[in-house]
């Protein structure tokens, strides 16, 4: 579902009335969002979750990835066990 231009939202997801969405962003169905800033160049598999205070900017959560609250990804590939610098392709630390 479309919910504003470039705001596409899947089905089943469980999104916090405090979310901020900047476009372009695609979210995956079975997702959970808690008051979390997403976008833009944002998109998030399926069943992924990003926790209250989060900030996901250029970035691609493959499914079944969750993000802990307060954290601030900006141009980073996140898999549910490592994470990568989108542009170097090197691994980085997980917070």
Do not use: M
């Amino acid at each position: 579902t479309q919910i504003s231009p470039g705001v596409i939202i899947g089905h089943h997801c469980k999104i916090a009335k405090h979310t901020v969405f900047h476009a372009p962003c695609w979210i995956g169905s079975g997702c959970t969002i808690e008051a979390a800033e997403i976008g833009p160049n944002t998109a998030i598999g399926e069943n992924c979750s990003v926790a209250a205070g989060s900030e996901v900017r250029n970035s691609y959560l493959l499914s079944h990835t969750h993000l802990g609250p307060n954290l601030r990804l900006d141009g980073v590939i996140a898999s549910p066990g490592q994470w990568f610098d989108h542009q170097s392709g090197n691994e980085l630390a997980k917070p």
